[in-house]
């Protein structure tokens, strides 16, 4: 079937500005991920869905990040008054459990202004 | 704390010569270990992944990596690499029930013709 879809592929947003970046993973996937990878770096653990709830949120960097997956499919990473430092690439990946191999989707380039 | 080191950010090699690409993790109990590979516009795609068993894991596009306990590496490595073969190559060990991934910094790999 089709793999891990990201929308947008790219962003520009303005310094204090709300955006939303959306993942729809592979039909089936219980579990998903979400990373964010800056210029020159590997990815960088965010959070963990198992189903419908967040089961680790430790790399949140702040609360102006929120994420959510109400029906325990598409997820929405949400940033509130975005800064510049949140410029970067953000990539979500699921899989069907966490001892399973996790697809990951081609990113959100997140640019803040 | 758990992290994963490659020490070589580039590396070029001739087109049909052999590849070797190191990783060196760091984490207190027995790793899962993983190869992914980037491309320009793509997702991160999955070579080969060590969960336990045979220390010498075969994985897709020819690639091989051998697991190292005394050693903490788990290096990747292809006979005889192809112009195809040019991207940025990700060491990735999975942590706390392995839902989450500890990355590297990425090689990447260029191809003489």
């Known amino acids: 079937g089709a793999g891990v879809s990201q929308t947008p592929s790219n962003k520009v947003t303005e310094k204090g500005k709300y955006v939303e970046l959306r993942c729809d993973p592979i039909?089936?996937?219980?579990?998903l991920y979400w990373y964010r990878q800056s210029l020159g770096q590997g990815p960088e653990f965010l959070i963990y869905f198992q189903g419908t709830g967040a089961a680790d949120d430790s790399g949140l960097p702040n609360d102006r990040f929120f994420a959510v997956r109400p029906e325990g499919s598409v997820s929405t990473l949400k940033i509130q008054r975005t800064e510049r430092g949140d410029s970067a690439v953000y990539l979500c990946?699921?899989?069907?459990?966490?001892?399973?191999?996790?697809?990951f989707g081609p990113g959100t380039r997140l640019l803040v202004l | 704390a758990q992290s994963v080191t490659q020490p070589d950010i580039h590396i070029t090699v001739s087109e049909g010569a052999s590849l070797e690409l190191r990783c060196n993790y760091s984490y207190g109990a027995t790793p899962y270990l993983f190869w992914y590979v980037q491309s320009p516009g793509q997702g991160l795609q999955l070579l080969l992944k060590y969960f336990s068993g045979d220390t010498l894991v075969q994985g897709i596009k020819g690639f091989e990596a051998e697991f190292k306990r005394s050693q903490s590496s788990f290096n990747l490595r292809k006979p005889s690499v192809h112009w195809s073969d040019a991207a940025e190559y990700f060491c990735?060990?999975?942590?706390?029930?392995?839902?989450?991934?500890?990355w590297g910094a990425g090689t990447k790999l260029i191809i003489k013709p």
């Open positions: 990946a699921s899989s069907f459990g966490t001892q399973e191999t996790q697809y």
């Open positions: 039909s089936g996937h219980t579990a």
């Open positions: 990735a060990v999975g942590v706390n029930s392995n839902y989450q991934l500890i």
